[in-house]
T-cell receptor, first 119, second 109 residues
Framework: GAGVSQSPRYKVAKRGQDVALRCDPI?????LFWYQQALGQGPEFLTY????????KSGLPSDRFFAERPEGSVSTLKIQRTQQEDSAVYLC?????????????????FGQGTRLTVV | QKEVEQNSGPLSVPEGAIASLNCTYS??????FFWYRQYSGKSPELIMS????GDKEDGRFTAQLNKASQYVSLLIRDSQPSDSATYLC?????????FGAGTTVTVRA
């Protein structure tokens, strides 16, 4: 597909359940990001991958959150033992830019997101 | 203090008018600046990017950047009902984007 694809679109989890959210970035995009968007707020950075390397995970809220991109393409965000405060929309974005040096055209494109509701 | 602040909304404008959105940021080292449009229940859609001081025009949209004042704005000319959405200002530092909370715009027919 032409855009960033995320699945599932909606996920309802019981408190304590583990969930896995998938992201298919735009083909050829080196950089991949996960963001968390709470209701009425802007997205908040979670983690950044350049190819398969996770270069920054400083935004992950706790050690219950884990992300991987083993082959430098598809990425999975896993949340263990979900809590109610994890309820949010999880957005994946990808970018052609490598961010190795200052570059122009660092635009990032977002997927449709996964709306996670923990009950 | 939040890294990125946007003018509080909601902003209601009549069809055909100009909508003016403002954004300030705290990190003077920020390098890239973006405006995203987000319809209710949808993902953010990139509508403008700007990297150097001055104005950048794209159709009915004009982005303005003033790095000395740490200020970014977006003007929407000839506003249409389809422009009704939340507009997110995003400021980039290397790979990380910091977003404002968004300004909701409603264009009245």
């Amino acid at each position: 597909g032409a855009g960033v694809s995320q699945s599932p679109r909606y996920k309802v989890a019981k408190r304590g359940q583990d969930v896995a959210l998938r992201c298919d970035p735009i083909s050829g995009h080196v950089s991949l990001f996960w963001y968390q968007q709470a209701l009425g707020q802007g997205p908040e950075f979670l983690t950044y991958f350049q190819n398969e390397a996770q270069l920054d995970k400083s935004g992950l809220p706790s050690d219950r959150f884990f992300a991987e991109r083993p082959e430098g393409s598809v990425s999975t965000l896993k949340i263990q033992r979900t809590q109610q405060e994890d309820s949010a929309v999880y957005l994946c974005a990808s970018s052609l830019a490598q961010f190795v040096r200052r570059t122009m055209n660092t635009e990032a494109f977002f997927g449709q997101g996964t709306r996670l509701t923990v009950v | 203090q939040k890294e990125v602040e946007q003018n509080s909304g909601p902003l209601s404008v009549p069809e055909g008018a100009i909508a003016s959105l403002n954004c300030t940021y705290s990190d003077r080292g920020s390098q890239s600046f973006f405006w995203y449009r987000q319809y209710s229940g949808k993902s953010p859609e990139l509508i403008m990017s700007i990297y150097s001081n001055g104005d950048k025009e794209d159709g009915r949209f004009t982005a303005q950047l003033n790095k000395a004042s740490q200020y970014v704005s977006l003007l929407i000319r000839d506003s249409q009902p389809s422009d009704s959405a939340t507009y997110l200002c995003a400021v980039g530092n290397d790979y990380k984007l910091s977003f404002g909370a968004g300004t909701t715009v409603t264009v009245r027919a």
